[in-house]
């Protein structure tokens, strides 16, 4: 049960690291070409939700396998 929690937390964590690099790249390029803030904010928000989607498949899978 402890090594279940650990890889839960291990994926949420990465989770939030991958998430923040979306946003702090998508503010980069915003502030680069923002004609494009439209595009890439589509983009962004895309990615964050295939890596939440990936985040809580590791979460659950994490738990079943306990």
């Not at 690291?17 to 915003?30: C, F, L, N, P, V």
């Not at 295939?50 to 994490?62: D, H, K, R, S």
């Amino acid at each position: 049960m402890i090594l279940a929690g650990i890889g839960a937390g291990i994926a949420a964590l990465a989770a939030g690291i991958g998430i923040g690099k979306i946003g702090g790249s998508a503010m980069d390029a915003i502030a680069r070409q923002p004609e494009a803030a439209s595009k890439i904010q589509t983009a962004m928000i895309i990615a964050a939700a295939l890596i939440e989607g990936v985040a809580l498949f590791a979460v659950v899978v994490a738990l079943i396998a306990k």
